[in-house]
């Protein structure tokens, strides 16, 4: 690292790693966001270092010429109950990573960890669409789904450390095969994933202008651009946010049946689609909840905080445990 100049106070930086992307920025206590860097995830059949590698550049990209703090790393996947390692990640090659520690040695300041999913709750509980409500469901839509469990503001990380991998209930015996090795997984339906998956199913059916936006080439199709398309009325695009919002809210009913939460606040990339998404969910939440019509059934909203809630959520605990 390079010398840091005199007075510096330095910086907490928070990082999201998912499926595709890293994304790092420096966080400030409010959770307002100053300069970011963007890297690609190195994908799931690399050696690890290179995804420590892509993490260690991003990092001090948005550092600059700062001296850091502390850095909190929110990572798609199990993180143990010490905040040490990344025990399985399903888009990442990561199995028993001791990711705090080598990062810390990498980079010389304190490092703290937990999965993206947790951190996005922690920044929606603090600064977001969750502040104040008693209990609080997090679900984050991007490559697959995360989700978290919040009570008074506090992450309920279960005994492990792994509570609320919703994205791997089975919701379909014998269905889709997913990346944790499993099948009929919850995200294989309602997910980024799954949104690109049943757009090229559909565009199968009749025309789309996402053959255009694609070249032709089914494979070039990506979430951004369903999400272009059904802004302009395609139909294809909104029958895919249709069948992927209907999961949605079919998966949110099994959970508010098991904890009766307060509220549920929907974030991650997809999310973004707002009410394309939000609408189809709310109505398959209230057909598929058991006794919705005798129950106070639960709003379900839109993070405020964007794609960037993980990576808040992340400078929030690294601030705390720099302390």
């Not at 390692?85 to 937990?114: I, N, S, T």
Request: aromatic share 2%; glycine share 14%; proline share 4%.
């Amino acid at each position: 690292m390079s010398e840091v100049a005199a007075g510096d106070p330095g910086v907490v930086v928070g990082v999201d790693i998912g499926g595709t992307k890293v994304l790092a920025g420096v966080v400030a206590a409010d959770g307002t966001v100053g300069r970011t860097a963007l890297r690609t995830t190195p994908g799931r059949r690399v050696v690890t270092s290179h995804v420590e590698d892509a993490l260690v550049e991003a990092i001090l990209e948005a550092a600059g010429d700062r001296s850091l703090t502390a850095v909190g790393v929110a990572a798609a996947g199990f993180v143990d109950s010490a905040g040490e390692r990344v025990r399985f990640a399903p888009h990442l090659p990561w199995q028993g990573e001791p990711l705090r520690d080598l990062l810390q040695a990498r980079l010389g300041c304190p490092v703290a960890l937990d999965n993206d999913a947790n951190c996005a709750a922690r920044a929606e509980a603090h600064h977001g669409a969750a502040r104040g409500a008693t209990s609080a469901l997090m679900i984050t839509m991007g490559t697959g789904i995360g989700g978290a469990v919040l009570l008074d503001g506090v992450v309920l990380r279960g005994a492990n450390g792994m509570a609320g991998e919703f994205g791997h209930m089975q919701v379909v015996p014998d269905g889709r095969a997913c990346e944790c090795g499993r099948s009929g997984c919850w995200e294989q339906y309602s997910s980024g994933n799954a949104l690109v998956r049943t757009a090229r199913a559909l565009m199968a059916e009749q025309p789309s202008v996402l053959q255009e936006m694609s070249d032709g080439n089914v494979d070039r199709i990506t979430g951004p651009m369903v999400t272009a398309a059904a802004e302009e009325g395609d139909l294809v695009a909104r029958r895919a946010f249709a069948s992927v919002g209907d999961w949605l809210g079919v998966g949110v009913a099994n959970l508010v049946a098991a904890l009766d939460p307060e509220l549920v606040v929907v974030g991650g990339g997809v999310s973004a689609a707002g009410d394309r998404l939000l609408e189809p969910a709310r109505a398959a939440l209230q057909r598929s909840l058991v006794g919705a019509a005798h129950r106070v059934v639960p709003d379900l909203v839109a993070g405020r905080l964007g794609p960037g809630s993980g990576m808040v959520g992340a400078a929030l605990l690294a601030a705390r445990s720099a302390l």
